[in-house]
């Protein structure tokens, strides 16, 4: 850090001239960038910002309004302070013109009631900068060296922000486009008080540019994302302050990017701990799902594996637990393997033969490749029972009866249309996990007539494509409910839930139908909108849906 004026006025050499704060006393915290030593009236002109100007005031104005206009250019350079010193111009007291000036433009002037030398102010003052500057060096050396080493050693996105939040000292929240949080560190304080009513407090903090700081809440945030595409927020929770100087950056900005960059260099690095045949499997699904494999690549490479699917009808099957989804935690890799393992070995109890391994952080992918004497519906049922009966004897979903969520696709005859499939059986697990635990079922598994749009839009929910969507059809309303403590989405959503009835909607949300009337008029300032056209009334609807699924 800088040093500041009043850090200035502190040395040993300032003290040897009696300084007297003489106006703008409540801003000695600037930093001094420089010293500059002019008795020049139009100095403004050759500074920068952030020099404290030492003068005898010599050649000053005689004028109240020059010596008004010498202040007022100097603040607008944004000079750190102005120091005058007593014996050669002036002798017991500044003008008052000059001190009222300061006074009302809030810079701080100093006058030296004693002489000094001012090349002994420059040469102390610019060694503190120096090193100020040099320290800076060594801490940018050290973060930089800090999370360097998280990289290469691939650490999960908590170890990141733990680093973040000791090295700031302040809690440090990693939270996705919706403004939900994903991970978070709060440096010792109650987690209540870091997270509570998050969302509407994080969308009121927009500050421009991809790092910013908003001092009405404290906030310092940083966009977080690689390769062009922006997928959450690093921000670090502060207390609110004063607006930064003009082209001044927050302390911490560096440390803030540098682990939003480790965080982005995490999500594309993947860490499989599996075994080898499960590592293979994964692979395989995974470049079906991505096309990044050829039709005859997979082919290929899963007959080696002894799982054919060449002449077989091929499922997809996707395996979710409904305790949540599984976080991206060393522990949560293990149980996310063993819940692979567990699927792989029901899949031998019934003598199946299939692709297996784990499709993301939260659950398993299956393409079983059944023969043409394999009927479809006994061998599911099959797999279905035995793999809740091992999950209940291992406790790999919990204690809910249930046992996991099986999913399944459509079945085709060909590899090339496998993806499909397994599209379809991860559309039916996302939609299958908001369905009663252990209610009655004519099967044990879930199937397409399962998902409605709901569903899909689950699917999507960590899409930020959708969460732009979101943000892009009520991004307005919910800012405006965040910041006014309003219920106008709650609203939007009533008329649109009563089938665009108003009168029906005033009913169900209580009010009396001019009320309802202006809340609904207010919606459509606010939007942009006109709600008598069905279209847009669609797309708020499906976005009030989607808001649900990214919130979920």
Request: proline share 5%; net charge negative; with cysteine.
């Amino acid at each position: 850090m800088l040093p500041t004026v009043a850090r200035v006025l502190d040395l040993d050499v300032m003290r040897r001239g009696l300084p007297q704060v003489v106006a703008g006393a409540a801003h000695l915290e600037r930093p001094v960038r420089w010293v500059h030593v002019s008795e020049l009236p139009d100095v403004a002109g050759v500074l920068q910002g952030g020099e404290l100007v030492l003068t005898t005031g010599i050649a000053l104005p005689e004028d109240r309004e020059g010596l008004a206009r010498y202040v007022r250019d100097l603040d607008g350079v944004g000079v750190a302070g102005l120091v005058v010193e007593f014996g050669r111009r002036y002798f017991d007291t500044l003008p008052r013109a000059l001190v009222h000036a300061a006074e009302q433009r809030g810079l701080p002037l100093i006058a030296l009631r004693r002489e000094v030398r001012f090349v002994a102010v420059t040469e102390a003052v610019h060694a503190l900068v120096v090193n100020a500057q040099l320290e800076q060096l060594r801490v940018s050396e050290s973060v930089h060296q800090v999370f360097n080493e998280l990289v290469v050693e691939g650490a999960e996105p908590p170890e990141v922000i733990r680093q973040v939040a000791r090295m700031a000292g302040a809690p440090v929240v990693l939270e996705n486009l919706a403004h939900q949080v994903l991970a978070h560190d709060t440096a010792g304080r109650p987690e209540a008080e870091v997270l509570e009513d998050w969302e509407r407090r994080s969308r009121g903090v927009r500050p421009p540019g991809r790092t910013g700081h908003d001092p009405r809440s404290g906030w310092l945030v940083t966009a977080v994302g690689a390769r062009g595409q922006d997928w959450g927020r690093l921000v670090l929770v502060q207390e609110p302050g004063p607006a930064l100087p003009e082209g001044e950056s927050h302390p911490h900005t560096m440390l803030l990017e540098r682990g939003a960059s480790a965080l982005a260099l995490s999500r594309l690095v993947v860490r499989d701990r599996e075994s080898l045949e499960r590592q293979t499997h994964r692979t395989l699904l995974s470049g079906i799902l991505t096309h990044a494999l050829t039709v005859s690549e997979v082919s290929l490479r899963a007959q080696a594996l002894g799982v054919p699917l060449e002449g077989r009808r091929l499922v997809g099957v996707v395996l979710r637990c409904r305790r949540g989804p599984i976080p991206a935690a060393l522990e949560a890799q293990a149980r996310l393997r063993d819940f692979t393992e567990l699927a792989a070995g029901a899949v031998r109890a019934c003598r199946l033969s299939a692709l297996v391994g784990a499709l993301d952080d939260e659950g398993v992918g299956l393409l079983i490749a059944l023969g043409t004497q394999q009927d479809e519906n006994t061998a599911l049922d099959s797999f279905s029972a035995t793999l809740r009966r091992m999950s209940a004897e291992t406790g790999q979903c919990g204690t809910d009866p249930a046992g996991p969520v099986v999913a399944v696709g459509s079945s085709v005859g060909a590899v090339r249309d496998a993806r499909r499939t397994l599209l379809e059986a991860t559309q039916v697990a996302d939609a299958a996990l908001h369905d009663a635990p252990g209610g009655a079922r004519a099967a044990s598994y879930y199937r397409l007539p399962d998902v409605r749009l709901r569903g899909l839009l689950h699917l999507l929910r960590d899409d930020a494509r959708l969460q732009t969507y979101v943000e892009r059809e009520l991004g307005p309303l919910l800012a405006h409910d965040a910041e006014h403590n309003g219920q106008l989405v709650q609203m939007l959503r009533i008329y649109l839930e009563q089938g665009r009835n108003k009168s029906a909607a005033a009913d169900a949300a209580h009010l009396s139908r001019p009320s309802f009337y202006d809340r609904l008029h207010k919606v459509e300032r606010i939007l942009g909108v006109d709600l008598d056209q069905v279209e847009s009334c669609l797309s708020l609807h499906v976005a009030l849906l989607a808001l649900d699924a990214v919130r979920r």
